[in-house]
């Protein structure tokens, strides 16, 4: 079973940045698609960035309210993906989740499209 954690929010300024974190197990980076969520309150869950599969599977994917500003990455060694978060604002804020989906071959944003949910770490942007 494949199993997600992930990790690194916290309570940044208008501007800053953060990096956050997402282990997998029972997976591998690069094997299966792993995406980033975000929920906002009161809003519905919305993927914000998606790492293909490295085996043909097209390329990264942004949501377009973050492209140019978020970068994810993977690190096979450590079986670890990354959201880089650059000039974060308040729209921001929300619980940020990584999924993942052995069954997909090409990156989707829909949440509905995976299987596998780690728990949120929470990223705060103040004014």
């Known amino acids: 079973e494949v199993q997600l954690q992930a990790s690194g929010g916290g309570l940044v300024q208008t501007g800053g940045s953060l990096r956050l974190s997402c282990t997998a197990s029972?997976?591998?980076?690069?094997?299966?698609?792993i995406t980033w969520f975000r929920q906002a309150p009161g809003k519905e869950r919305k993927g914000v960035a998606c790492?293909?599969?490295?085996?043909?599977?097209?390329?990264?994917h942004y949501e377009a309210s973050v492209k140019g500003r978020f970068t994810i990455s993977g690190d096979i060694a450590k079986n670890t993906v990354y959201l880089q978060m650059n000039s974060l604002t308040p729209e921001d804020t929300g619980i940020y989740y990584c999924?993942?989906?052995?069954?997909?071959?090409?990156?989707?944003?829909?949440?509905?499209?995976?299987?596998?949910r780690g728990q949120g770490t929470l990223v705060t942007v103040s004014s």
């Open positions: 790492l293909p599969r490295s085996d043909g599977g097209g390329s990264t």
């Open positions: 029972g997976a591998t980076v690069g094997g299966v698609i």
């Open positions: 999924a993942a989906e052995p069954a997909l071959y090409y990156c989707t944003l829909s949440p509905s499209e995976y299987t596998y």
